[in-house]
């Protein structure tokens, strides 16, 4: 039997009762009195002079209350870099550009207006491509980056790679390319600002960083972060995507100052494709080398990003896919560089894996391709390399826990490497890294948590660690009931308002669980010590003797001496100089901000995994067919099952889409696939015929409970298992995501052409 | 304007509606009922599915006029007297829900097909919800609600 009450089992998520019954309020769902639909006018170019904007004929359709254009409005930009503004004003650079807004009392009319805005463009020269962006005579996009190259790069280096692969006995390489996709969260983007007493701003926003979020609307709007209240309606996904404070937000704020009015703005699906921003797509170009024994000697990586024409946290994604290639195996000399390149094209932001799966779709492909030259085991050549406990790698991480070699190990059993395998069928293995104790890229890496214990024994955990789908705060309830002792339905998780709940960094790097689950668990710890304060001496027991069970307060020496929870609490109460017991805490974790050296250990632990998929390739078709996926993932220790498999078998259907199927088509600049139809998400049919999961736990010291972050790297292996499950089938590899059908087909037939002249 | 009148969740209303409205958007702004998501407004992803008759239509793309004289259940309807619907309790028990916003028309769509399937198989289960997207699930442990909620109902009928 399990030592615990609830850690380890399935629990169902404690908001799902709301979502079963149509009870859950989507942004999408509120509506405040008075409220007004903005809409936003976008560009008709890629790249344009705006030589003029009429927005009179706006004002003729009928409950129209407001219309902006930059000369309207004085905010400072959003991104990055700060270089996006909120509506443009001398120029457009893609088709997404803000151009104008307006507010109307509802969608239609605004729709309309916007319809109506004559705005007359100078087209100017674009660039779609990055190479072509730094050639020299290309359109340049921003001042601040000559020859469209921005200023913030990457460059790391140990050891002496060139050398170490010129004496490498053997080497691979490869340029790697990888594409746009985007979230696709069912709830499309919304905004909803509401100005209240002395200009604050109440926003009711589907944010992954709500209280970083307060900095930037104040920044950007000039309003005092004092005054500004985020609240936050349940969440339709974000994986990412809502990592950032992107134009729209700011423009429903600026119509609802203009209006006195609530403003909110709800994409369509058409917006959410063609408007938000992407995953980062990436041409690497990578280079490794081993020793005859197969030990890996060097690693090198040159990568150029596609900015897109404005900057948001894809830029910075190189500086999680330098991990996995610094530090899933021993690698002694690695050098990586990074670039990014302004574009007329989409701009990308945060989307799960950040960064890594590209990258792992580089490196684990040429784990295989090194290993066929050693003559080695696919498997056998990556445990030889494996990293391990104690290890500290070339960016100075500290692996406490690691269970990689288990997990390579039990995922090459499970799909059956090295059996025998029908025509066109393959197994493919890759191993993945990441963070898993938080991810310090902020100067605060932390969360804060209240744990307010009322008059009926109910215990309220307020917190800024928000809820987007993840089951996050299932686990945070979790942890609270099985710390105190008590009963599931008497926690509540309070985490929708940063008037309430203490400041967090944010939802990603997959580190929720891992850092509110901390700070849960510190402030349910001083809620305890309080208890024991005052139930001692009513007990007449010694504080420290004092243990919770079954939502009471239990003398472990004399089980005669106990009291509930609820009596307690009311006993401190309500009394004379009476006091109320609220615990609180605020974890941030023991690691460490890198400095441009990328040095640091940035995780305070690391998760691993190893995914092994066997595919089936219908050469006539170019389609292929998942027959198998096995995952198995150290997760430090399994927190809710039934979460965990959730996370998985989500990033399992997202992953794939990334790797065959899911594809933004642009044609200069302009998206033509927006709608579901044309961009191909897995649907229920298309996932493996046979899934797998299997957890290791390695009990993380560090860990709520032992567990680490795992959201993310369920994603990360999935380009690069299928990559090389492909190229076991037919003796194909693919460089360049996705392997959708029509290129699978076009090697097919490239391969059998390129073989039938020698044949004759 | 044209006048209709229409069952939703055994309750009649009559109502004028403009020739353009949705029922999407008739059960949704028209008589408060959220709970129906809309997720594209163009048919591809079943999140706004409702039962209309007894059929599973995305309501994004149904014209409420269309509907006078007709019945509609919607996600508000589905529990009745205060007991969930096997599917609700097993989309809750199975962990089929992550961020919600497509459970109320997959959920819909599934009591559907159990009506007219009370014993399906897996896959009949999951080509029966071939035209709802979910992004966060990987549809996995919805086709396990669907089977559990199957095994529910069979189990009710027989006691």
Known sequence: ?760 | MIPIRIAVNGDVYEREVPPGTTLLDFLRDGLGLTGTNAGCRAGDCGACTVLLDGKSVNSCIVLACECDGSEVLTIEGLSRGGALHPLQQAFMDEGAVQCGFCTPGMIMRCAEFLARNPDPTPAEARAAIEGNICRCTGYENIVRAVIAAAGAMKGRAKA
């Open chain 1, 1 to 760: 039997m399990s030592e615990f009450a609830f850690i380890g089992r399935k629990v169902p998520k404690i908001d799902a009762f709301d979502k079963v019954t149509g009870r859950a309020v989507y942004g999408h769902d509120m509506v405040l009195p008075g409220m007004l639909y903005g809409k936003i006018l976008r560009s008709a170019h890629a790249h344009a002079k705006i030589a003029s904007i009429d927005v009179r004929p706006a004002f003729e359709v009928p409950g129209v209350k407001a219309v902006i254009t930059a000369q309207d409005v004085k905010t400072g930009n959003v991104g990055f870099l700060q270089d996006n503004p909120i509506l443009k004003g001398g120029r457009v650079r893609s088709f997404r550009d803000e151009v104008a807004a307006v507010a109307a009392v509802s969608e239609d009319a605004a729709a309309e207006a916007c319809s109506r805005i004559a705005v007359r463009y100078e087209p100017l020269p674009a660039v779609f491509d990055p190479f072509e962006a730094m050639a020299p005579g290309a359109p340049l996009l921003h001042d601040s980056a000559p020859g469209n190259v921005i200023g913030f790069k990457y460059d790391f280096r140990e050891g002496d790679p060139d050398a170490a692969l010129a004496s490498s006995a053997f080497t691979a390489e490869g340029t790697f390319r990888t594409h746009y996709v985007t979230h696709c969260c069912m709830e499309t983007c919304f905004a909803l600002a509401a100005i209240g007493r002395a200009g604050s701003l109440n926003f009711y926003s589907s944010t992954q960083i709500p209280y970083l979020m307060q900095n930037t609307l104040s920044r950007v709007t000039g309003i005092p972060a004092s005054r500004i209240r985020i609240r936050q309606p349940v969440i339709g996904g974000a994986f990412g995507s809502k990592l950032d404070v992107y134009p729209y937000e700011i423009i429903a704020i600026l119509l609802a100052q203009r209006t006195g009015r609530p403003v909110r703005i709800t994409y369509t699906r058409e917006e959410e494709f063609a408007c938000t921003p992407t995953r980062q797509p990436m041409i690497i170009k990578m280079a490794a080398g081993c020793d005859r024994e197969g030990r890996l000697t060097a690693r090198k990586a040159e990568v150029v990003l596609d900015n897109g024409a404005y900057t948001s946290w894809g830029i910075t994604t190189p500086h999680i896919m330098l991990t996995g290639i610094s530090s899933l195996y021993r690698v002694p000399n690695v050098s990586f560089k990074a670039y990014s390149v302004y574009t007329n094209n989409a701009f990308a932001t945060a989307f799960r894996g950040y960064g890594n799966p590209q990258g792992t779709f580089a490196s684990e492909q040429l784990m295989d391709e090194l290993a066929e030259k050693a003559g080695i085991d696919k498997v056998e050549f990556r445990l030889r390399n494996a990293n391990e406990p104690g290890s500290v790698t070339p960016q100075n991480f500290r692996i406490t826990t690691c269970g990689f070699k288990e997990c390579l190990a039990k995922a090459a059993e499970r799909i059956g490497f090295g059996r025998p395998k029908a025509e066109n069928e393959g197994v493919g293995i890759s191993g993945m890294f990441h963070v898993g104790g938080g991810g310090r890229v902020y100067k605060s890496d932390g969360c804060g948590v209240i744990a307010k214990l009322d008059d009926f024994g109910r215990l309220s955990i307020m917190t800024g660690a928000t809820e987007i789908g993840t089951g996050s705060d299932t686990a945070m309830a979790m942890i609270a009931a099985e710390t105190m002792g008590m009963p599931m339905d008497a926690v509540s998780v309070i985490n929708d308002d940063t008037d309430v709940g203490p400041w967090d960094v944010g939802i990603h790097a997959s580190r929720t669980t891992f850092i509110a689950g901390n700070a849960v668990l510190a402030a349910c710890e001083d809620v305890k010590d309080q208890i024991r304060e005052f139930a001692a001496p009513m007990l007449g027991s010694d504080a420290r003797n004092l243990v919770f069970r079954d939502w009471k307060v239990c003398d472990v020496l004399d089980p005669s001496k106990s009291m509930e929870i609820p009596r307690v609490a009311r006993a401190v109460h309500f009394k004379e100089k009476g006091r109320m017991i609220v615990g609180r805490a605020f974890y941030d974790p023991p690691n460490e901000f890198q400095g441009k050296d990328l040095r640091g250990n940035v995780s305070s632990t690391y998760a691993f995994a190893a995914h092994a998929v066997r595919v089936k390739v219908d050469p006539a078709t170019g389609k292929i067919r998942v027959l198998k996926f096995v995952a198995v993932h150290d997760v430090g220790k399994v927190i809710n099952p039934l979460g965990l498999e959730g996370q998985l078998h989500g990033a399992i259907a997202q992953g794939l889409g990334y790797a065959i199927s899911e594809q933004l088509v642009f044609d200069r600049g302009r998206l033509l696939n927006d709608g579901f139809t044309d961009y191909k998400m897995l649907l229920a049919r298309d996932m493996p015929g046979e899934i797998e999961l299997h957890f290791v736990e390695t009990g993380d010291p560090e860990g709520p409970y032992g567990a680490k972050g795992v959201s993310e790297a369920g994603l990360i292996p999935i380009p690069a298992a299928v990559a090389n499950a492909v190229a076991d089938a037919l003796g194909i590899r693919f460089r360049t995501l996705p392997m959708c059908p029509e290129k699978v087909r076009a090697a097919v037939l490239e391969r059998d052409g390129a073989a039938r002249p020698g044949a004759d």
